[in-house]
């Protein structure tokens, strides 16, 4: 079986600098960082930010790590409400569709495989077609940024969402028909929205399957787990991802103050996983 390309998101980075967690990863032997746009590592609002997307690029490119845009620092744009605004509120999505855009011109200056966004939670004042109308024109919007600077965008269904499975995900898929709209797979998801197998998900999304996060999960409970603590049969999973050449990208966001462990540990029980595939 071919090898992945296993990445960690900076989500779980949270108490290193920037500079000394992109070091910690390449020495620990990953591919590549899904780099969370958020105040502390790369502030998508900050002065200057040009330049320290070029040193960011230069510092990627010296250490030998791929790059996918993630999207969901949970107070980038709003200090008192986590992950708001959203595509779907009913006040501030356009400066929600301003970061996709910024972060989509981020991610094309990173030479980045990807920016990777969600749709956030519909609140009970907006109905279902408000949502849907709101979370089509957002993607639009976003498509028509990528789009000549030729970004691709991973979208990725979250439970508890508007777009919470991967069914979702399909119908947004099908309704935009854009060649750069693909998927984020989170496996540890598939234990709560998805019906049938994490492989058989796998097997159902391999065409648009654009950026893939791994955790443990235990079966119905939206908790990101270290490896080992829930209920991911990781092996299967890995053996269905083969040949899969984006990024594989762990995502422990509450763990960021035992970083210094999951992130050797981490890749040590993925390799392993994968040998036993």
Known sequence: MSGLRFAYVTNGLADHRLDDALRML??????????TLDHHHLDPLGPDLPRKVSVIADRLR?????????????????????????LLSDDGRDRRVEFLRIAVRVAADLGAEAVSLWSGAR?????????????????????????????????????????????????????LNHHLFGLTLDIGHCLVTERHSIPQVIASVRDDLTYVQIDDMRTGV?????????DVDFPPV????????????????????????????????????????
Not at 245 to 253: I, M, Q, R, Y
């Open 62 to 86: 010296d250490l030998g790590l791929a790059v996918v845009v993630e999207t969901g620092g949970r107070f980038v744009l709003d200090p008192r409400r986590k992950h708001e605004p959203t």
């Open 123 to 175: 609140r009970p004042q907006v109905g279902q077609g408000i949502a849907w109308r709101r979370l089509l024109q957002g993607c639009e919007s976003v498509l028509h940024t990528a789009e000549p600077l030729g970004v691709k965008l991973a979208f990725e269904p979250e439970p508890g969402m508007f777009i919470a499975s991967v069914n979702d995900w399909q119908a947004l898929h099908d309704e």
């Open 26 to 35: 390449a020495d620990h032997g990953y591919a590549g960082v899904g780099l």
């Open 222 to 230: 939206h908790e990101h787990l270290n490896f080992g603590e829930g």
């Open 238 to 277: 890995l053996k269905a991802l083969a040949g899969f050449d984006g990024l594989v990208a762990v995502e422990l966001s509450r763990h960021s103050h035992r970083a210094h462990e999951t992130v050797p540990g981490s890749i040590d029980f993925l390799r392993g996983a994968q040998e036993r595939a």
